[in-house]
């Protein structure tokens, strides 16, 4: 054959596409003032180098369901990543560590299996959240990620220290996984809800899970850690930084929580409650964004010194009502896997005290103020974070 007289075949490359096509590496059709495929996928097309991709198109996240005819998957496991990509991760993660989820972490999930279940599992029960009437119950597919995700994860950590990209995507994973432990709350009425409920062994599992977290941080941990791992480890490490500092005297600190948690008579170090309330005092009586208060929070679980979870497993009233008020702060701030865990344990919680103890002036003056707050909640708005 004489090669002289072969036609070439042009292939016609997509230099003018919208910054969300570019960065999921998918060709895009040009569309102004959006492309086929931003307004199937429901993000904000976006054709100006100078801002950010992957934006939801408001601030509060409305989300457009793709027609049932238009496919650009090849499969369902590269919907799944792709929906945990440009919706999914932008509801459980902000800042650096957004952007390792939506790059690094997905494009890990194509080559271990663990993490690969985890965010599809979170992104099913995502969808679940947005369009099912009954989001307490798990699905089907989602039960079967889930339970992938979880036995591969201990299968691969039973194996020894995980390195380089495997200990990234391990980190993520651990994170994923926790966030899905949060969100699934069997309960459908506070009444069923801990701490109100019959002993139960799943009773405080989210709290479990983050000490797991940290047991994989630690054992993870190494001296030339994978670029993706130094971000998502911040977690156990810069969001310490969340806490209050020394400025933030015990005199910003309302009087009747002082003397509860004894913040004037019983030295600091001797205090279980004392950082924890100067921490949730300076969330609650300061201007903070929505991305602050989330970090303050998920710092506040993964951070929790051993005798404070203690108290809490025992219901001992001071920790409930600590637990409670940052239920309070958190229900209304659109998160979906943080709200529905907020309004029911937060008004067990209300109930519990109530109950058990009605005689304890300080306690009932300090339940008011949140028990309005969870009572008067709706069904929140999504929100990114």
């Known amino acids: 054959m004489n090669n002289s007289n072969r036609k070439l075949r042009v292939h016609r490359k997509s230099r003018q596409g919208c910054g969300n096509c570019k960065l999921r590496s998918v060709k895009c059709d040009e569309s102004k003032p959006a492309c086929r495929r931003c307004v199937a996928y429901g993000v904000s097309c976006n054709y100006d180098r100078t801002q950010s991709n992957l934006r939801a198109p408001m601030e509060k996240l409305t989300v457009m369901k793709p027609s049932a005819d238009i496919s650009y998957w090849a499969n369902r496991t590269d919907h799944l990543l ?129 000490a797991g977290k940290q047991d994989v941080w630690n054992q993870l941990r190494s001296d030339e850690p994978h670029p993706a791992s130094t971000v998502l480890a911040t977690l156990y490490t810069e969001d310490r930084v969340l806490e209050p500092s020394d400025q933030f005297e015990f005199g910003f600190v309302p009087a009747e929580l002082a003397r509860v948690y004894e913040l004037h008579t019983i030295n600091p170090g001797r205090n279980p409650y004392s950082p924890l309330v100067m921490r949730l005092a300076r969330v609650l009586y300061t201007e903070c964004p929505v991305d602050q208060t989330l970090l303050s ?68 003056r300090l339940l008011g103020h949140p028990r309005s707050i969870l009572y008067a909640a709706n069904s929140p708005t999504l929100l990114t974070v």
């Open 297 to 364: 929070f998920v710092s506040f679980v993964s951070t929790m010194p051993p005798d404070f979870k203690t108290l809490l497993e025992q219901k001992e009233p001071r920790a409930l009502l600590l637990l409670l008020l940052w239920y309070a702060k958190i229900c209304n701030l659109g998160v979906w896997w943080l709200s529905r865990r907020a309004l029911l344990e937060g008004k067990a919680i209300c109930l519990y005290l109530q109950r058990h103890f009605l005689y304890d002036r300080d306690i009932q």
């Open 82 to 210: 792709n929906q945990f990509q440009v919706q999914t991760a932008s509801t459980v993660s902000t800042g650096k560590r957004l952007k390792i989820y939506q790059n690094e972490v997905v494009e890990l999930a194509r080559w271990h299996p663990f993490l690969r279940h985890a965010i599809q599992t979170l992104t099913l029960m995502h969808a679940r959240h947005l369009w099912s009437d009954s989001p307490s119950e798990l699905s089907t597919l989602e039960s079967y990620h889930w339970y992938q995700a979880v036995s591969s994860f201990n299968a691969r950590l039973s194996q020894g220290r995980c390195r380089g990209e495997e200990q990234a995507a391990a980190l993520a994973t651990a994170g994923l996984l926790g966030t899905l432990v949060f969100c699934h709350v069997e309960a459908r009425t506070p009444e069923e809800a801990w701490p109100l409920s019959s002993e139960s062994p799943s009773d405080l599992n989210w709290l479990r899970m983050n």
